[in-house]
C-alpha cells in the first residue's frame, strides 16, 4: 500500500487564482505581478495552498461582480478586517493579512514567503 498526493504545481495554482479574480470581481491580473506571501500545506487534507499579493490601481467602482460568488467589496482597516475574520465573514480569511502585508512593504526586511504546515 502507498500513499497519494497529487502533484502540487504553484504556476497552475496561480493561473487559476487569476481566472477566478477575472471572473469574480472582474480584475484582470498577470502571473509577472504575482509576489508570494506565504504556503500553507494542509497535511490532514493534502491540500497546499499559496497566499499572493498583487499591487493594482483600481477604482473600487471600476469592480463588476460575479452574482452567485461576491456581495461587496470595500476598504478596511486592519481593525474592521480582524473582526470580520473572527465572524467568518471574509471567506477564506488570511488570518495573518497585515503581518504578511506590511513586511512585504518593508523595503528593508528582507522576508521571505512564510510556510506553515498544518497536520
Known sequence: MFGFRRCYSRRRQLARCLR????EIGIVLS????ILLQTIIREDKDDIRDTFLFRKDISID???FHPEEVVAAKWVSKHEYERMCNEEIVAPP??????????????SSQAKPSLRRHK
Do not use: C, G, M, Q
Open 20 to 23: 477566478e479574480t477575472k471572473e
Open 31 to 34: 502571473i509577472s505581478e504575482a
Open 62 to 64: 471600476a469592480l463588476t
Open 94 to 107: 488570511v488570518r495573518d493579512f497585515w503581518t504578511l502585508y506590511t513586511s512585504e512593504l518593508n523595503p
